[in-house]
């Protein structure tokens, strides 16, 4: 275990419905992210917060919604999701902006499939 | 656009070989270079981590970086069946931000 959890660890939900995804870190870092990785694609960095301030929003669409209440817990709040959201989502998280050598640490993931 | 390429593969390898990795990356001014091990239905994990020219070793895995020729590879020797796995590369750029390769696929069969 890295000391980063996710939940839930599958979810599936309908176009219609709303959901979060919940991650906590019990490694005292600053940084969070959340990715998002697709089948035969790169994982893809979705928003960074340092400090509990969002520091990077990568085009992702609104439908995906973060939240930062502290530097411990980053959700991610899901509405009107497309089919095509369906993939793995991943949390992680760093001691945060200092020597640029920062280790990210992964989470299990939330397996997320949008009907 | 930076990117971070690597041959999908699979890569397979006899049991007690030698794998070898290899990952190029467009961003010059990239500082920090990463190895993560992710297996099916798996989060990824840190294998190795590399910030300076030459070969870093741990256990069975080297590192190696060239910033010149842009290109970071992993070694693994005496491969065995656990380490079948996608590897990925990660190269950090910015601050706070990692670029991933899609992943090498490894085999090692017995």
């Known amino acids: 275990e890295t000391g980063v959890t996710q939940t839930p660890r599958h979810l599936v939900m309908g176009m219609t419905n709303k959901k979060s995804l919940k991650c906590e870190q019990h490694?005292?870092?600053?940084?969070m992210y959340w990715y998002k990785q697709s089948a035969k694609k790169p994982l893809e960095l979705m928003f960074v917060y340092n400090f509990k301030e969002q520091t990077e929003n990568n085009s992702v669409p609104s439908r995906f919604s973060p939240e930062c209440p502290n530097s411990s817990h980053l959700f991610l709040h899901l509405h009107t999701l497309q089919p095509e959201d369906s993939a793995l989502y991943l949390c992680?998280?760093?001691?945060?902006?200092?020597?640029?050598?920062?280790?990210?640490?992964f989470g299990p993931g939330t397996r997320l499939l949008v009907l | 656009q930076k990117e971070v390429e690597q041959n999908s593969g699979p890569l397979s390898v006899p049991e007690g070989a030698i794998a070898s990795l290899n990952c190029t990356y467009s961003?010059?001014?990239?500082?920090?270079f990463f190895w993560y091990r992710q297996y099916s239905g798996k989060s990824p994990e840190l294998i190795m981590s590399i910030y300076s020219n030459g070969d870093k070793e741990d256990g069975r895995f080297t590192a190696q970086l060239n910033k010149a020729s842009q290109y970071v590879s992993l070694l693994i020797r005496d491969s065995q069946p656990s380490d079948s796995a996608t590897y990925l590369c990660a190269v950090k750029y910015d601050t706070d931000k990692l670029i991933f390769g899609t992943g090498t696929r490894l085999q090692v069969f017995p």
């Open positions: 490694l005292g870092h600053n940084a």
């Open positions: 961003d010059r001014g990239s500082q920090s």
């Open positions: 992680a998280s760093s001691q945060g902006v200092t020597s640029g050598q920062e280790t990210q640490y």
